[in-house]
RNA sequence: GCGGGUGUAGUUCAAUGGUAGAACUUUAGCCUUCCAAGCUAACCACGCGGGUUCGAUUCCCGUCACCCGCUCCA
């Protein structure tokens, strides 16, 4: 029914004060984005409501806020350092690119393990065996270019190998790495989980549609440890929750689907991964939210590298064992944007005098809408009031007070950024001590009482 | 990084080898007073840097950014 495109909504998303791009007065830097005043309050909002569920009303879960440099020993105990840059090797006659190692193994349907081989010797293996560019067949490859996906600088005044420290590419580290810190001082049992919400960076070839993939960007990740085996229970309830948490926040059923990753598919260690994607307008299907069973492969690499136990012991049974772990990562940006285009909506409205015009709403859900409420002074005779009104409502929510141009136009500007509510003062306001709401959704009224405006919005801002 | 396309007010579009017009938006005022009305003003642009030229927004080169295709993933 509603059919926008992506890029109708990313011209809305610019031209209303949630996203800019960045660095814009020097020409922009490629693929980074700024987020504006709304922008930074929806982002908020998604991280809160994230964090409620998640963490705050979860008896088993706690938060951490874990350093974006890290050890980088942490980076070399989890194949980050090693594997997370591609060989890249570039056709030099029709300028196609490839992985050296997936060239390889194509060409040989396997057969050779190219796991073993150093980027020299692959690109002796494609020399010697003459190894053609599937797309044209020429015989020109580049040497291998070396692609690391982390971000590296230096720690300290010196720029030397020793000083060397990497942007983190996943906040999951930090919990891994602080698991027998948080069980041990939280005096958590199993099963429980860690979860933080931070900034990563990674140097992704290609970035773009928009703030989807970017290479800066802030993830909500959860590490839920448990006993092993009882992540056959404990992944599935979360690939579940993750999905409701969506559906409550007001995600439209039919845009959101489970794609789980097929045998081949999963990275060697993980006994299970389901990703939730989201139709988004033009582009499709993309990932929003990756499920994962990871089993005991974190902590018993970072067990091999620190030398330090992280083992848990069991107080009922008395068993030592490492446990498994079940980890919901989401982009905070991807539900951003997923969360804003199935909010956009164009709807026609004929106006008094019989001419159609075109009101753009957010449906955004109220506990993420980046703007609570608008407190509007009828006509210029009710600013003093109003203001009184707008001084006690911004107390407890993020409100904005607007006097410019007719009342129908204050609520179209509203509407455009996805507030819920608007408070309206009139004259009889002072009389009466009431005030009309204004509804988004149905554009309907209720008059309130001035004082209870705070419990009116508060029951409805819930989720 | 490679190939293709694009680049004029905040937005959507014009025009032009002699330094740019409009609509909407925004701001102020009048009028009206519960859904983008009307009137009067104001503000605002040739992505950036070179070259050719008496003169470049226009032609050429470079660069930057964005969009579409090849890899990765939250």
């Not at 003459?130 to 291998?144: E, R, V």
């Not at 992704?204 to 006993?227: D, L």
């Not at 136990?309 to 940006?333: H, S």
């Amino acid at each position: 029914m509603k059919d926008f495109t992506f890029e109708q909504i990313v011209t809305h998303l610019k031209t209303s004060g949630y996203v800019f791009q960045g660095s814009e007065i020097y020409g922009g830097l490629s693929n980074t984005w700024d987020f504006g005043p709304l922008g930074a309050s929806l982002k908020k909002n998604i991280k809160l409501a994230w964090w409620k569920k998640f963490i705050q009303e979860d008896l088993n879960n706690v938060g951490i806020q874990s350093a974006i440099l890290m050890n980088p020993e942490v980076w070399v105990a989890t194949g980050h350092l090693a594997n997370f840059s591609d060989p890249l090797i570039d056709c030099k006659h029709c300028k196609s690119r490839y992985r050296a190692d997936q060239l390889i193994n194509q060409v040989t349907n396997g057969t050779v393990n190219t796991d073993e081989m150093k980027d020299d010797d692959m690109v002796r293996y494609i020399r010697e065996n003459n190894i053609a560019c599937p797309k044209c067949g020429a015989h020109d490859f580049t040497d291998i270019r070396k692609f690391n996906l982390m971000f590296k600088t230096f720690q300290g005044v010196v720029e030397d190998a020793s000083s060397a420290v990497y942007l983190r590419p996943e906040t999951a580290q930090g919990m891994f790495v602080n698991f027998k810190n948080v069980q041990r001082t939280m005096r958590k049992k199993l099963p429980f989980g860690i979860g933080q919400i931070g900034k990563s960076f990674r140097n992704e070839i290609t970035p773009g549609n928009f703030i989807f993939r970017t290479r800066e960007f802030e993830q909500m990740e959860m590490e839920f440890f448990c006993k092993p085996g009882d992540d056959d229970y404990w992944y599935p309830y979360w690939r579940q929750f993750c999905m409701d948490w969506l559906l409550k926040l007001g995600l439209t059923e039919e845009n959101l689907r489970f794609r789980d990753h097929t045998p081949q598919e999963l990275a060697f260690y993980s006994k299970g991964t389901a990703d939730i994607e989201y139709k988004f307008p033009t582009i499709s299907w993309g990932e929003l939210w990756g499920i994962a069973d990871r089993t005991d492969y974190d902590l018993k690499r970072h067990m091999d590298h620190s030398k330090q136990d992280l083992q848990y012991l069991d107080p009922y049974t008395n068993e030592k064992y490492v446990p498994y772990c079940v980890e919901p990562a989401v982009g905070v940006e991807r539900l951003f944007l997923a969360f804003v285009c199935d909010a956009y909506d164009e709807e026609i409205l004929t106006r008094a005098d019989g001419k159609q015009d075109t009101r753009i709403v957010m449906h955004l859900h109220p506990a993420l809408a980046p703007i609570k409420a608008a407190v509007l002074p009828l006509t210029k005779n009710e600013t003093e009031k109003a203001k009184e009104v707008y001084a006690q409502v911004v107390k407890y929510y993020d409100a904005v007070y607007d006097e410019s141009g007719n009342i129908g136009k204050r609520y179209r500007r509203q509407d455009a950024i996805g507030t819920p509510f608007c408070i309206t003062v009139d004259g009889d306001t002072a009389n009466d001590g009431s005030v009309t709401v204004r509804f988004r959704d149905s554009m309907e009224q209720e008059r309130v009482r001035i004082e209870d405006l705070k419990e009116f919005i508060g029951s409805r801002i819930e989720f």
